[in-house]
């Protein structure tokens, strides 16, 4: 999977949200791992949360079911289900003149 974003002029945050299927029930997400420019004055962050079915990403009913960042190459725990919803969000200052930008991202997922 490989993206790259830029921000608008009018716009200095900008975010990229996508649900991965792992193809069964109950994975243990395990690991991000991305390439992503960043300079003075602007950032890259990757959060990341699962569930079973794709509306139950968010959570159900009552239960909300909290994103939480996620390092590059930083192995995580408690990110269990079918579906990983990951967010990328890229930020920077309005007087910065170069924009970051994601390169790749890799889903690691141990067999289970």
Known sequence: MTAFCYLAVTSQRGSWLFAHD???SGKPWSTLTWVASTHA???ARVEVRAAETVPGLPGQGTVFNPIREAASRVPF???????LEARLSLASNWTVARSPGLYDLTVHCPEN
């Open 77 to 83: 725990s408690g990110v269990v289900g079918r579906y």
């Open 41 to 43: 004055r602007t950032t």
């Open 22 to 24: 792992g193809g069964a």
